[in-house]
């Protein structure tokens, strides 16, 4: 079966634009969750959706936002870009909201001239 | 603050040695410790671990869980040029209302030299 599919996989953005970021979870997957991969952090949790619902949310400003739509695709945005939001952006998706692997896309590869 | 620290950050070693790469935690609500290897993109399920003491292996790759001293190794033999990548623990708890969270550690990059 496919596994999880994000678009676009590379941009560039100028500070103060805004970028969506899309991801397709793995077929009757429920659960989609967004992380910012940076050298110096490592992943980092950005938030949880399940069934439409955010579930959880890390600590990121609020210029970071995501919805869940009705067939579990999902969207992130970030608005007001700053050169420190350079990062991977990887979404995971799982079958339920607990236990078992996440399944990671391949990624989107942000940069913010 | 709940949190994940894996060591050593980087390693390199020669084909052939074993690495031992370590993760300690420090969550409330703990409910299991997964291990990943994230060579290009997408990061690869390894393991995963609930329990203390048992040990989980695949191939030249073995993993053990201490709940009791909140640390978990990984362990890697014989180790091959393909071994190269960056290897992630993360540790799943309880959030909340029904809910449960993967905090990641910072990873540790393996270079396997030939």
């Not at chain 2, 894996?6 to 300690?24: A, I, M, R, Y």
């Not at chain 2, 040029?81 to 959030?95: K, P």
């Amino acid at each position: 079966k496919a596994g999880v599919t994000q678009t676009p996989r590379y941009l560039i953005k100028t500070r103060g634009q805004q970028v969506t970021l899309s991801c397709s979870p793995i077929s009757g997957h429920r659960s989609v969750s967004w992380y910012q991969q940076t050298p110096g952090q490592g992943l980092q949790f950005l938030f949880e959706y399940f069934s439409e619902t955010q579930r959880n949310k890390g600590n990121f400003p609020g210029r970071f936002s995501g919805r869940q739509f009705s067939n579990s695709r999902s969207e992130m945005n970030v608005s007001t870009l700053e050169l420190g939001d350079s990062a991977l952006y990887l979404c995971a998706s799982r079958l339920q909201g607990a236990g078992g692997e996440l399944f990671f896309g391949e990624g989107s590869r942000l940069t913010v001239l | 603050e709940d949190k994940v620290v894996q060591s050593p950050l980087s390693l390199v070693v020669h084909e052939g040695d074993t690495v031992t790469l370590n993760c300690s935690y420090e969550v409330t609500n703990f409910r299991s410790l997964l291990w990943y290897k994230q060579e290009k993109k997408a990061p690869t399920f390894l393991f995963m671990l609930t329990s203390s003491g048992i040990e989980k292996k695949s191939g030249r790759l073995s993993s053990i869980l201490d709940k009791k001293e909140l640390f978990s190794i990984l362990n890697i033999t014989a180790t091959q040029t393909g071994d190269s990548a960056i290897y992630l623990c993360a540790v799943e708890w309880y959030s909340g209302a029904g809910s449960y969270q993967l905090t990641f550690g910072k990873g540790t990059k393996l270079s396997v030299i030939p």
